[in-house]
Structures are given as C-alpha cells and as structure tokens.
Nanobody, 128 residues
C-alpha cells in the first residue's frame, strides 16, 4: 500500500525549469526524511538534496546549490524539487526516496545506500 509516486519530468530546453513532485501514499512524510537523487546513463546515482520535517533541516549538494530548491506541502503529503536554469548535463532519471523512520538529513546525508524506500523515478531530458 505504501508508495512514493513521482511526476513532473519531461523534455525541456536549456534554461528552462521543472518542478518534480514526490507524493507519499499510505504513510505520512511528516515522519520520514526525503532525499532527491538522479542517475544519468553510465553514471552512478548522485545525491542532490534532503528535506526533513523531523528537525526542519534541508541540505543540498554543492553541485546544485542555487538552481535546485526543495520544498514540501504537508497538506498534500508531497515533496517538490524545483529545478531552474536547466542544463543538458541535468538530463537523468530523478528519484525521491525515504530513509528509515526517525532519521534526519544529518544522519542520512545524500548517500544512496542510506535510503531504503524509493519512488519509481521520472525522466528529465534537457535538450534543444
């Protein structure tokens, strides 16, 4: 019954923006920390951001600071990743994931192996 349902990906031109959504079904994101990741072809999965209501923390990878913004809508049980000034190198499958109950961004970091429940991913393609 529990799942993370992702949406918002698509094909955009360089310089454009997208807002990716990660909606939890069957459980409340109030109690789980959410990480955002991406994986481009032939590359390892890369941690991008983390948001936790447990302690109110948000972190970003240095590589995406200034362009990526994570937020949440508690009433909608949804976390968002706003991506601005998209570049071709942003092309990847983007994933959201939760860590074990009670963990925070400080304990989970942006390490893929620390997250144990994953959305299905959404494709972002940046091309002219």
């Amino acid at each position: 019954q529990a799942q993370l349902v992702q949406s918002g990906g698509g094909l955009v031109q360089p310089g454009g923006s997208l807002r990716l959504s990660c909606e939890a079904s069957g459980f409340s994101l109030d109690y789980y920390t959410i990480g955002w990741f991406r994986q481009a072809p032939w590359k390892e999965r890369e941690g991008l951001s983390c948001i936790s209501k447990i302690d109110g923390s948000i972190i970003y990878a240095d590589s995406v600071k200034g362009r990526f913004t994570v937020s949440r809508d508690n009433a909608m049980n949804t976390v968002y990743l706003q991506i601005d000034s998209l570049k071709p190198e942003d092309t990847a499958v983007y994933y959201c994931a939760t860590g074990p109950h009670g963990n925070t961004c400080s304990s989970l970091g942006l390490e893929t192996r620390m997250y144990d429940f994953w959305g299905q991913g959404t494709q972002v393609t940046v091309s002219s």
